[in-house]
């Protein structure tokens, strides 16, 4: 039942006894339900959040060489292209595919014949001249004495002079056309101009030859041999110290970088940048006793920019990378602390760092995504997690 209370100004609803109960109800509920919700956050608040376990390694210190990997190709230190430099029959060959040879060593015959007569005839001529030029010079010494007791005339003498100095000029002529004949037959036999190995022969003897034009044959030399290589432009000042110091800076590998085949030193750096690579190219001089590396092969190549003596070393893995730089994740008193750190250099699965860490500070390798600053870790061994754990193969770092 409700009561209306009339004033001049309002109407008042005045509550009845049932109504006062629901008030009173819902003031009881309300209250058990904040009782309920302060005593689950005081729960929560209790609750201790479980370690999360992670791998951590000891800080080390030690020596670590900064590499820079790339593809390089083998270039022999010399290289030539045998051609005749007179045309004929090939008469002979006397080397086979992929003989080594030495400088100066037999390789081909072009048939001489046609050569050697040649000689013959310029010799002949030579001699004929020679005496034609004899007779004319004692007939000047004869006329000589009688131009004074008028015996010759003027003309005659000059006559005879002229005579004798056509006859040296044909013998000078035929002097040099000697000195052609046998260099092309000294032609007609070639020799090895370097020593170092032949390449395939693509021609038999009995073919005919044309001079400089028909291709015999390469002769590479490769030992020692080259490595040339490119590398971005930002790694010039390194390459250029290691030109100056000729230090042992550059190693190459096979294929799957299983097997070392050789070491030398920088020797030549490309006089410019390539406009559009922004690399450059440089070459590397290494023995190559055993020839284990072949001219023209594929090289994994490796260059030392530099070396760290005395670093602070690090997994790889350890390292993370923040918004404000590099830093790792330490251990202490059970938590996970980040430490900035400044990076120097990583070099297979290793990197060097500086900073406010010391050797034997246990660091977190690997950190796991639910990873937080100052959560509460647990170290485990690092044999158990990487059981589990492919590890990742880690080159030279630019």
């Not at 010759?152 to 002079?161: F, H, K, L, R, S």
């Not at 034009?213 to 290691?242: H, M, V, Y």
Request: charged share 15%; net charge positive.
């Amino acid at each position: 039942m409700k009561i209306i209370h009339l004033t001049r100004n309002r109407v008042t609803l005045l509550a009845t006894p049932s109504l006062r109960w629901l008030r009173q109800s819902a003031f009881v509920v309300l209250g058990l339900v904040i009782m309920t919700n302060l005593s689950g956050c005081q729960e929560t608040h209790h609750r201790k959040v479980p370690a999360l376990p992670v791998e951590v390694a000891s800080v080390t210190q030690g020596n670590l060489p900064i590499t820079v990997d790339t593809l390089g190709q083998a270039v022999p230190i010399h290289s030539v292209t045998v051609t005749p430099q007179v045309s004929g029959t090939l008469q002979a060959v006397y080397v086979h595919s992929g003989q080594w040879v030495t400088r100066g060593q037999p390789l081909f015959l072009i048939n001489p014949a046609m050569y050697s007569a040649e000689v013959a005839q310029d010799k002949g001529n030579l001699e004929g001249e020679i005496a034609q030029a004899h007779y004319d010079a004692l007939q000047v010494q004869a006329y000589k004495p009688l131009i004074a007791k008028n015996y010759v005339t003027m003309q005659t003498y000059q006559e005879a002079v002229a005579s004798a100095e056509t006859a040296n000029a044909t013998v000078a002529a035929d002097q040099a056309a000697l000195q052609q004949a046998e260099l092309n037959l000294s032609y007609t036999r070639i020799n090895a101009p370097i020593s170092g190995q032949v390449g395939l022969l693509t021609i038999k003897s009995g073919n005919l030859v044309a001079a400089n034009s028909t291709t015999l044959t390469t002769i590479n030399q490769t030992q020692p041999i080259k490595a040339q290589f490119s590398l971005p432009e930002k790694n010039l000042g390194d390459l250029r110290d290691a030109l100056k110091s000729k230090a042992d800076t550059v190693q190459v590998w096979n294929e799957d970088q299983q097997k070392l085949l050789g070491h030398g030193p920088i020797t030549a750096i490309d006089n410019s940048v390539s406009s559009s690579s922004g690399t450059v190219t440089v070459q590397a001089t290494m023995p190559n006793p055993e020839n284990a590396i072949w001219s023209g092969e594929y090289l994994q190549v490796v260059f030392t920019k530099k070396r760290l003596h005395d670093a602070l070393l690090i997994p790889s893995l350890a390292l993370q990378e923040g918004e404000s730089g590099p830093f790792v994740y330490v251990i202490r008193q059970g938590k996970a602390i980040m430490q900035p750190v400044t990076f120097l250099g990583q070099n297979k699965g290793q990197t060097a760092i500086s900073g406010p860490i010391h050797v034997g500070t246990q660091v977190i390798v690997g950190a796991p995504a639910r990873l937080r600053p100052s959560a509460p870790v647990r170290a485990i061994s690092s044999n158990t997690k990487a059981a589990s754990r492919t590890p990742k193969k880690s080159g030279g770092m630019a």
